[in-house]
């Protein structure tokens, strides 16, 4: 909870631990298909009833399955805060999971899995990811158009006793909220709320080496990925810096180097990505055909270049741009809730806006170099989409070994 | 929300400034708002607002184009710019102590150099980013869809060009275009959340209190309603994409308040009786209508994704369901919770600085008014469902142009 009383808004984030690693074997996109389903009427409303309940009060919304979590999150005006929480209580414990319309559900994945097959970054992203991580912790939360066949409606509920339990579920709210009013209203609608996560997780590797997708593009898509820290890991803000330095800005080394020295492509970008057992960092870039092995090459260059190390001045703009970012949080009830239950999981604490502007003045050049020296940008995987493969000879040339 | 003032000032060379001031906001948002766009240039030079508008971060007398990009970091801004039919506007958010440093960079990059060798490598960005919406759903069925609905109407204009105009541009044509269309009167600066307005005004009189002012002019028609179906193959997609246009109310109209009401009632992508159709029955994977308002036009756009095999069924129920409103009107509980839904989302997104700015520009520049957050809501709340039916009379949902675009082509219907 964070009180936010300048405010207007208050905002609610609820994850339940239906994350698409505790999909079953031969199920992939069960916690998609849950989510849809589990959206489709509880208590006392049917589907329609319950939106109109949410239209009245107004609540912006999403509903999103990652990997860990199924997310539920709403924003709304400040004083309709325990309506909008006793309407995500029924959505929480009491889903109708209509069997009736298992089929229209069933549809609607279908209608997703298609609507990204032409959504080339995404389909480029999710063969990416699967060389990131070990599964369960790679695979896409969509599933396949077989799984999504198979899936049956006793899939469905057991998923939901399973899974839409409180251990490892996390309520976040933020905004112009009285604790005590929160706390209430919050034990009273969720304090007798049982259940136990029912399986385990056993890992898999990841897939290895470099892939082409091929497709009839008038660009080629590039993802490179690279092994680095997990959130919680104590030198996270080091890597996350050194990313920085690459990729944030227009006046980052990507953008200036890919984009504004050569004029390569429009969108060229690097990220720390992390979860909450690994981390590591992805880099993107999408430029047409004749062009790409230039791209590739240039943006390899730059990311080995790293190890050499970052300036001063490079550092205090990133500096700069994150402060903002931070005190720009103040702004919306949204992302601090967003936030705040990513760092719960990822830490099991939140950061206060206070500790993060904190660590953030602790960063400096000799201890992101003396990271980057130890830990040089290595063993990359990349990953092509588009008329041509590329050649990926030469992708560890030149690495600090 | 009480400290919240409104302040307005004109410059002796007709560049106007519009500021929402409010002493306890968390950061600053400004934007230059420059009245010109796609259906402000030639088939000649299509593109050139666009390709001009990235030529404005690459350097002025005093600057490379590094030293902006670095001098924007520096200043822990989120800044970037973009361009439409009517507008190009060049943004940026910062905290409240940044703001003047802000204004002297966003201002003097506006007086750009357009040096030859950067005209050149930029074009090959934006060359880029044309084949980059090529590769991307809908596939350039918007653009097409405006052109066919508009026709001869400068508004059928694409705002990114073609590989063709873009490929043929001489840098002196974008010099001309710069000279005709950037005149002092014809710039708006809008600013929101911390606000020092006085620093501004004086900062601002000393740095472009030269820039000239000159007559620009543009041609606002009414758009002729027009109807038709195109279907466009795409042989590697997987779903098919229509996107449909009939004519809307106008910038400056009255009843655009009842209008975003029907959009959201009839195709709004959560809880209206186009998601309820075609989402929740798996039918289609997207059907979305919003209204768009331009100088003397308006139109609604509706964008629906199916699969190949149903679009003449979506088409159909389309149809089905635009009559059946058209006929019957809304119900007085529809139009009850459009308006908690969007004046709840009006009171969300005011908490932005940046959304606010975006909202008092966009405001300035289409009617030359100024509204607040309470009046924008007492507006929505006060519309009847004869508003709805009025604006359903004067622009009727069923007759649209249909561009159709995915795997197979499409018969008419």
């Excluded at chain 1, 990841?206 to 490179?224: A, F, K, N, R, Y």
């Excluded at chain 1, 240039?298 to 190890?307: H, N, Y």
């Excluded at chain 1, 003045?361 to 992101?368: E, S």
């Excluded at chain 2, 142009?401 to 018969?411: Q, R």
Aim: charged share 20%; hydrophobic share 35%; proline share 4%.
């Amino acid at each position: 909870m964070q009180q936010m009383p300048w405010l207007e808004s208050a905002a609610l984030s609820i994850l339940v631990p239906a994350g698409s690693q505790r999909d079953p074997i031969g199920l992939p996109g069960l916690a998609s298909f849950t989510a849809e389903m589990v959206q489709r009427g509880c208590g006392p409303f049917n589907s329609r009833e319950y939106l109109d309940q949410l239209d009245r009060l107004g609540a912006a919304r999403s509903a999103s399955v990652t990997n860990s979590h199924t997310r539920f999150s709403a924003a709304i005006p400040a004083n309709r805060i325990n309506d909008t929480l006793t309407l995500y209580r029924e959505l929480i414990q009491t889903p109708h999971l209509p069997e009736k319309q298992l089929e229209d559900s069933r549809l609607v994945a279908m209608q997703e899995l298609l609507a990204m097959e032409d959504d080339l970054a995404q389909k480029l992203l999710r063969e990416l990811r699967k060389r990131l991580y070990p599964d369960p912790y790679g695979r896409s939360t969509t599933g396949t158009l077989e799984s999504v066949q198979a899936i049956s409606h006793q899939d469905i509920t057991s998923h939901v006793t399973n899974f839409y339990v409180p251990e490892n579920a996390i309520i976040s709210v933020a905004g112009k909220i009285e604790f005590d009013n929160v706390i209430r209203t919050v034990e009273q609608l969720f304090g007798s709320w049982q259940g136990r996560i029912q399986t385990e997780i056993s890992e898999t590797p990841p897939l290895e080496g470099h892939h082409h997708i091929q497709h009839d593009s008038s660009q080629t898509q590039i993802g490179i990925v690279y092994p680095s820290v997990a959130y919680c890991h104590p030198d996270y803000f080091l890597a996350r810096s050194a990313v920085g330095v690459l990729s944030d800005g227009m006046s980052s080394r990507l953008f200036t180097e890919v984009r504004e020295k050569r004029g390569l492509c429009y969108t060229v970008y690097a990220m720390c990505h992390t979860i909450k057992e690994h981390g590591c960092v992805l880099a993107y870039a999408g430029t047409t055909t004749e062009r790409a092995q230039e791209t590739l090459d240039v943006m390899l260059a730059e990311i080995k270049r790293l190890a050499d190390g970052v300036f001063d001045d490079e550092l205090q703009r990133l500096k700069a741009r994150i402060k903002t970012g931070l005190i720009m949080q103040q702004e919306s009830s949204s992302s601090r809730s967003i936030s705040m239950a990513s760092d719960w999981h990822l830490l099991g604490r939140v950061r206060s806006l206070t500790e993060l502007s904190e660590l953030l003045d602790q960063v400096n050049t000799k201890a992101i170099n003396e990271y980057l020296k130890a830990n040089p940008p290595q063993q990359f995987k990349v990953v092509t989409l588009g008329q041509q493969a590329l050649d990926t000879s030469g992708v560890e040339r030149g690495s600090h070994e | 929300m009480s400290e919240v003032r409104f302040r307005h000032h004109t410059l002796r060379n007709g560049l106007q400034i519009v500021a929402e001031c409010n002493p306890n906001a968390y950061s600053t948002g400004l934007a230059y708002f420059v009245k010109t766009g796609s259906r402000d240039e030639t088939e000649e030079i299509s593109g050139v607002s666009h390709f001009l508008e990235h030529m404005v971060f690459k350097g002025t007398p005093t600057r490379t184009a590094e030293q902006v990009n670095q001098q924007l970091d520096e200043i822990g801004s989120q800044s970037n710019a973009f361009t439409s039919e009517e507008q190009t506007v060049y943004y940026c958010a910062v905290l409240p102590e940044f703001q003047l440093p802000a204004l002297e960079l966003l201002s003097d990059i506006l007086r750009p150099l357009l040096r030859q060798d950067d005209f050149d490598t930029e074009k090959q960005v934006i060359l880029e980013e044309i084949a980059k919406y090529d590769d991307q759903p809908p596939f350039g069925a918007h653009e097409k869809a405006l052109a066919y609905h508009f026709q001869q109407h400068p508004l059928g204009r694409s705002v990114l060009g073609t590989r063709e105009t873009v490929g043929q541009l001489r840098r002196d044509q974008m010099l001309n275009y710069f000279n005709l269309r950037y005149s002092a009167g014809n710039i708006v600066l809008a600013m929101a959340g911390n606000v020092d307005f006085d620093a501004v005004i004086t900062q601002l009189e000393k740095q472009i209190g030269h820039w000239e002012n000159y007559d620009t002019q543009r041609d606002t028609p009414r758009a002729q309603p027009n109807s038709g179906f195109h279907s466009l193959e795409k042989p590697s997609a997987h779903q098919q994409y229509i996107i449909q246009i009939s004519n809307g109310p106008a910038a400056e109209d009255d009843n655009r308040y009842a209008s975003r009401l029907l959009a959201l009632i009839f195709g709004d992508e959560n809880n209206s009786r186009l998601f309820w159709e075609m989402i929740d029955t798996g039918k289609a994977e997207y059907a979305v209508v919003e209204p768009s308002e331009y100088q003397g036009t308006g139109i609604f756009l509706s964008y629906l994704c199916c699969q190949p095999d149903s679009v003449q069924e979506i088409l159909e129920l389309y149809q089905t369901l635009a009559r059946d409103i058209q006929e019957h009107g809304v119900t007085q509980q529809e139009l009850e919770l459009a308006k908690s839904k969007v004046c709840s989302h009006i009171v969300l997104r005011a908490e932005r600085a940046a959304s606010r700015m975006f909202g008092i520009g966009n405001n300035w520049v289409q009617r030359g008014e100024y509204t607040s957050i309470q009046e924008s809501i007492k507006r929505f709340q006060s519309v009847t469902p004869a508003d709805l039916a009025e604006v359903l009379e004067k622009y009727p949902l069923t007759q649209c142009t249909s561009v159709a675009i995915g795997p197979t082509k499409i018969e008419h219907m």
